[in-house]
């Protein structure tokens, strides 16, 4: 367990508050744990990056946060309304007030491959009311945002390159103003160019005022969104910190042993006997 989970600013009520998240899979034997005691915060403005080696628990988290996978203990608090325990209906219509917003890495679990760009993206406002001359307007508006064309509409996600597709899940979790956007690996697919943009996209979101959950393998991309940065190991939160911190001069050896096998990032890359040696001390 960190000494203090991932908080927010003093002044700041957080948009997402974790505290002491369990999170079981299976039943009978073969019942294990994905998540342990995991507390942690996200402000207004502010991009929280998850990370972590495969299978350490991160969409495990984002899904309990969601409300996909059901919590074993601990609470999870969106905009001030503890969901933990939320039935699907429930659920579903908090999902359609837009508090939060989802993008995963394969756009085609974030959209309906049935439904238009066009219908994708106004499907949200139409469901909460809005006219279908707001909702055109407002769709347009957002696809210039994530700078894609008007032509695009009328297609389905099965007929977009993969930048395109993900740029529309992203203008689809925008397109209803969330105040937390839960980011599971969303440049992980794209290539360079792609990646470059949606990250800048995103940035600019945290700017503007949403809480972000950024969850990735690609360290780099953590460096450059995040403010603070968790570290997930085997189920618990073994580091956070201020993004530059963390990163920079990870207290934690899983921290140490997670950079130091990434040489894009500043430190140089670990050698396998340094990697056996963090190993050992975990
Ligand atoms: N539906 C499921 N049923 C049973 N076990 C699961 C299920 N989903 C995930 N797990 C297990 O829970 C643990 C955490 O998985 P999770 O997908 O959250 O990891 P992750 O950090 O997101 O990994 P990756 O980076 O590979 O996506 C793993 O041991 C995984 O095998």
Redesign the pocket.
């Known amino acids: 367990m960190p000494e203090n989970p991932v908080t927010t600013r003093d002044d700041e009520e957080p948009v997402l508050r974790v505290t002491g998240l369990d999170?079981h899979?299976?039943i009978g034997r073969?019942r294990?744990r994905?998540?342990s005691g995991v507390s942690l915060e996200v402000a207004p403005g502010q991009a929280v990056g998850l990370i972590?080696?495969?299978?350490?628990?991160?969409?495990?988290?984002?899904?309990a946060v969601l409300g996909l996978?059901p919590a074993g203990g601990g609470s999870v608090v969106i905009g001030g309304e503890d969901v933990t325990g939320w039935s699907r209906r429930r659920w579903r219509a908090f999902r359609r007030r837009g508090v939060v917003q989802y993008v995963f890495?394969d756009p085609l679990r974030s959209l309906d491959p049935d439904l238009s760009v066009q219908d994708s993206l106004a499907e949200p406002l139409l469901l909460r009311g809005e006219s279908r001359g707001a909702a055109r307007e407002q769709v347009l508006e957002q696809l210039e945002r994530v700078n894609l064309e008007p032509d695009l509409l009328p297609r389905l996600p099965g007929e977009l390159s993969g930048g395109q597709r993900q740029r529309v899940a992203v203008a689809r979790a925008l397109v209803v103003r969330p105040r937390l956007i839960i980011l599971?690996?969303p440049v992980s697919a794209l290539d360079a160019a792609n990646r470059v943009q949606i990250l800048q996209i995103i940035k600019d979101l945290r700017d503007a005022g949403t809480a972000l959950l950024f969850?990735s393998?690609d360290l780099g991309s953590v460096a450059g969104v995040a403010d603070r940065v968790a570290v997930?190991y085997q189920?618990e939160l073994v580091e956070e910190g201020p993004a530059g911190v963390v990163l920079r001069s990870p207290r934690h050896a899983y921290t140490r042993l997670l950079l130091g096998s990434v040489p894009t990032l500043h430190a140089p890359s670990a050698s396998r006997q340094q990697r056996q040696a963090l190993r050992a001390q975990l």
């Open positions: 999170v899979y299976g073969k294990h994905a998540l972590g080696e495969t299978g350490s628990g991160k969409s495990t988290l984002a899904r996978v890495q599971d690996e969850i393998h997930l189920g």
